[in-house]
């Protein structure tokens, strides 16, 4: 090894045994996952409530 290879090494071993900060891109991750499925789920969620209003609705016009 050269003298130039020997900083990067040292700095490679550094970053890949360095710990700080990973709670905070797990919770990151997290959040995003969260986030994800929430707005996956919002369609089929809105799809629903339409149909319970709609359904309400009818029923109202009905028995009047």
Known sequence: MNEE????KNFL???WQEDQGQ???????????V???????MKT????IS???AN???SLTTSS
């Open 23 to 33: 709670d905070l891109v797990e919770y990151g991750l997290l959040i995003f996952l």
């Open 5 to 8: 290879e020997i900083p990067m």
């Open 13 to 15: 071993t550094r970053l």
């Open 45 to 48: 969620l809105a799809s629903s």
């Open 35 to 41: 986030a994800l499925a929430a707005i996956a789920s």
């Open 56 to 58: 309400a609705a009818a």
């Open 51 to 53: 149909t319970v209003f």
